[in-house]
């Protein structure tokens, strides 16, 4: 695996991991950080190359004050993908990297996503953001306080856009939605409502998981993943 700080503008960076090679996944975590899909990307790094940002905000990436919004971060990432030449792109995102996913398919005007993976995403109603925790930074339990300034930065203070769910039917790519079946931060009713809006969009639901399925039942999220990425990049599920 390597990494790299990538900075694309003044007073803006991010950390970017990459390992694996085959076709190119962008993996886009959610509000835990990027340790909460390590094993994740690992395993998809068996076949394929897999990218995976840190978004400003998280970690040592930075983020000033003035960048805010999600549209402003999928447009950093496609960017990315623009530098990068990718093509035939999967993005698999996870809560609010599910609504940044979303995004990134709606604003892709190079054409280069060609599917895309939601994991108990947000953004089409809303949900309780975490509070900022006074003492976080001070204390160092817990997440710092600059992650929850950046949720509330990117998402507001119910993580969603009341326009997200009107512009859904636009995404013409394949889509798979999972979702864990006890998700308790965006219900069953949500995911099955985030599927219904996408146009050929199947839903998977994931037994006794809640928001992060791929940490909570491994196998059986690994596998809907899998099986959705042979069918849309014609190769080889692992064995």
């Not at 093509?87 to 599917?115: P, T």
């Not at 791929?214 to 064995?239: C, K």
Request: hydrophobic residues 45%.
């Amino acid at each position: 695996m390597t990494s790299r700080i990538v900075a694309p503008y003044p007073g803006v960076s991010y950390a970017l991991s990459e390992q694996g090679s085959g076709p190119t996944v962008l993996v886009l975590h959610g509000g835990a950080g990027p340790d909460s899909v390590d094993a994740l990307a690992r395993h998809l790094s068996t076949r394929h190359r897999v990218f995976v940002p840190t978004h400003p905000g998280w970690g040592d990436s930075a983020r000033p004050a003035w960048f805010t919004g999600i549209g402003r971060l999928a447009e950093m990432y496609l960017e990315l993908l623009d530098d990068d030449g990718a093509d035939d792109v999967v993005l698999v995102g996870s809560s609010i990297g599910g609504w940044l996913a979303s995004e990134m398919a709606l604003r892709d005007r190079g054409r280069r996503i060609s599917a895309l993976v939601l994991v108990d995403g947000v953004g089409i109603a809303p949900v309780s953001a975490p509070a900022r925790p006074a003492d976080a930074s001070q204390t160092g339990r817990g997440p710092a306080a600059s992650v929850f300034d950046a949720l509330h930065a990117y998402g507001g203070d119910s993580l969603h856009d009341e326009s997200l769910l009107a512009r859904l039917p636009r995404i013409s790519i394949p889509t798979r939605v999972v979702w864990g079946a006890d998700d308790r931060v965006a219900d069953l009713a949500f995911g099955e409502r985030y599927a219904a809006a996408i146009p050929g969009a199947d839903f998977v639901v994931i037994p006794d998981a809640g928001h992060v399925p791929f940490r909570e039942q491994p196998g059986a999220t690994f596998a809907a993943i899998d099986s959705f990425l042979a069918s849309v990049l014609h190769t080889d599920r692992p064995d």
